[in-house]
């Protein structure tokens, strides 16, 4: 069946294939095209999207791609970057002069086909540095926007030309984050494309199963089995297309595993009739040891991913498949963040796209039927098989485990000023009743599409209440630079001084991060926060707090669809009260901690 289709340019935006996510779960099937092809490839499209980017229009980069796509006799409409491109294409300008991250209101001052059913305010969430300064002729402006209600006015955050039929939007309507983010996609593709929905995640099902079985022709297959949602659907996805006489699951503990993982894996698997096929090896010890000294997180991502696949090859051979496809879970997320397109900029490197599996890749040895989906598609896809929900409901659970929430460090900050981001942080917080603490480590986050690699800052004072504690995290992200997390003291304790302590991934640092984690996440079950907390990573951050303990304790409870953005989740007072007493309880623990950041401009995880 042949499916009218919108075409997404993927200009290296994080939200890219997130663009497209969106645009099939209204019905209507979507491509992501690579802006450089020819422009007459374009023509059989009913609309084309041009996403964001990490390049700086302002500076023009990024301009040989086919522009003459925006000549086409079709419906276009730009997010960020794409709609500073489409602006200066049509005569209008771009500069470098204002920064917004994370959410902003949105003001509509004038009627739109593709703003209908919007209020005259909405939320809406923004991630650049560039705007759009002066329209192109034969455009109006359709909306301004501001980061908080006191604050600047943003103009041009929405424009048109109706005859042209080309729109251009400064927020991210893709991202769960923008509420009216749907209903603007809805109207582009409904009222303007003027398409009708037939396409379903559930038709794919079939058409996957028929593409792993001409990938794998003869050949057996070897999948690595986590256990989590992604590979266990791939699993059950791969004994549907080439059966189970020619799938061998392998199932490793790397050591980094939460508390009777591998138990729990094993089990699960043998429910979905597949216990037969599994092997399990036990290589913990060598993870370990490749861990052992390293405190850079690429380096531990790294060592990770090497060992996994030197353990796999090994393994391989025993089972006598050494020349077998190697199966992935991967999903869309893990590609993009290690530069999924030759525009994206790294954010970070996914065990699964270390340079080895990037080999096996181009020798055609890697098959990975989820690589184009999210996780909640992802799920979509489990149930159509017939996947249970205890299985397919399981928080997200990042392949390095836990030694990426066990951050390492040789007890020395390069780069190191306090005394200006003191200052920052003071000036950011007047009027809260709060003070903050700049924190001597580094974590991952995202900016504009670019990595960034700064500071924490731990607020402690009185608990404001946690929406205006969110507000004031949303503030000093935007307001202070070097800095791309917030936390907030969960001890009562108002912290003065912090210091870093050399620590790499040991087994009683694992073992004291095991109990905690296990700690917070039989607590979220037990509340019945499973469904409405997304993920709840646990973090140790090698840390002495007034010269006390060695090791801060993050908990980082968030809200997510996809993983792309996430929002903050509050685990309730009385669980947090619980958290602090055992957290407390251990010596080592120097302090105990919420993450208050969205992503952007942090990660979901802290490497």
Request: negative net charge; glycine residues 8%; proline residues 5%.
């Amino acid at each position: 069946m042949s499916h009218a289709s919108i075409a997404v340019l993927d200009f290296g935006g994080q939200y890219a294939h997130l663009i497209a996510t969106k645009i099939r779960a209204l019905g209507i099937h979507a491509e992501i095209r690579d802006p450089d092809d020819p422009v007459e490839s374009f023509r059989s499209y009913k609309g084309i999207i041009l996403s964001g980017s990490p390049a700086l229009a302002a500076f023009d980069e990024d301009t040989r791609w086919s522009q003459g796509i925006l000549d086409l006799d079709v419906p276009i409409m730009g997010f960020c970057y794409g709609h500073q491109e489409i602006a200066k294409h049509y005569g209008g300008e771009v500069e470098h002069t204002k920064r917004e991250y994370g959410a902003a209101n949105f003001h509509l001052i004038a009627d739109s086909h593709l703003l209908k059913g919007l209020t005259r305010e909405e939320v809406v969430w923004m991630s650049h540095g560039d705007t759009v300064t002066k329209l192109p002729e034969g455009f109006i402006e359709l909306g301004t926007s501001r980061l908080a209600s006191s604050g600047p006015e943003h103009r041009y955050a929405a424009m048109e030309s109706a005859s042209l039929k080309r729109y251009g939007l400064q927020f991210h309507p893709e991202v769960d984050d923008t509420p009216c983010g749907e209903r603007i996609l809805s109207n582009f593709v409904y009222e303007i494309c003027h398409l009708k929905p037939d396409w379903v995640v559930a038709d794919q099902v079939e058409e996957r199963v028929a593409a792993i079985r001409r990938e794998v022709g003869a050949r057996e297959v070897l999948l690595l089995a986590s256990g989590g949602v992604d590979s266990t659907v791939t699993a059950v996805l791969v004994e549907r297309a080439v059966g189970a006489a020619r799938l061998k699951l392998l199932h490793i503990d790397n050591g980094v595993l939460r508390e009777n993982e591998s138990r729990w894996v094993l089990d699960s698997l043998a429910r979905l009739g597949l216990g037969a096929s599994v092997h399990f090896v036990d290589a913990s010890a060598e993870f370990l040891h490749a861990l052992d000294g390293l405190t850079e997180p690429e380096a531990k991502r790294k060592a990770i991913g090497d060992t996994f696949i030197a353990v796999f090859e090994r393994e391989a051979k025993k089972l006598d498949v050494a020349h077998a496809l190697l199966a992935q879970g991967t999903i869309y997320p893990d590609t993009i963040e290690t530069r999924g397109s030759k525009r994206a900029d790294l954010i970070k490197t996914h065990h699964n796209r270390v340079p080895l599996v990037e080999e096996m890749i181009k020798q055609g040895r890697v098959l990975e039927p989820l690589k184009d989906l999210y996780k909640v598609e992802v799920r979509e896809l489990g149930k159509a098989l017939g996947i249970d929900d205890s299985v397919l409901e399981r928080h997200p659970f990042p392949g390095p485990g836990l030694g990426i929430r066990l951050l390492a460090s040789n007890g020395v900050v390069d780069a190191w000023e306090p005394e200006q981001l003191a200052r920052e942080i003071d000036a950011a917080l007047q009027g809260t009743g709060l003070k903050g603490l700049a924190l001597p480590v580094r974590s991952v986050g995202v900016k504009a599409d670019l990595r960034s690699y700064e500071h924490p800052v731990l607020l402690t004072g009185p608990n404001p209440g946690w929406t205006r504690l969110l507000e004031v995290a949303t503030h000093m992200a935007k307001e202070v630079h070097g800095i791309n997390r917030v936390l907030y003291a969960l001890d009562g304790r108002e912290h003065r001084k912090a210091e870093p302590r050399a620590a790499t991934v040991t087994r009683a640092r694992l073992e004291l991060l095991r109990e905690l984690d296990t700690f917070v996440m039989d607590g979220v079950r037990r509340l019945g926060l499973m469904q409405e907390v997304w993920q709840c990573p646990t973090v140790l951050v090698p840390l002495s707090l007034d010269g006390q303990g060695r090791e801060l304790v993050v908990v980082r409870p968030i809200h997510s669809e996809r993983a792309m953005t996430a929002r903050p989740a509050w685990l309730g007072d009385a669980l947090a009260a619980e958290i602090r007493e055992a957290a407390l309880s251990y010596p080592e623990v120097s302090g105990l901690a919420i993450d208050l950041t969205t992503k952007p401009p942090s990660t979901i995880e802290w490497e």
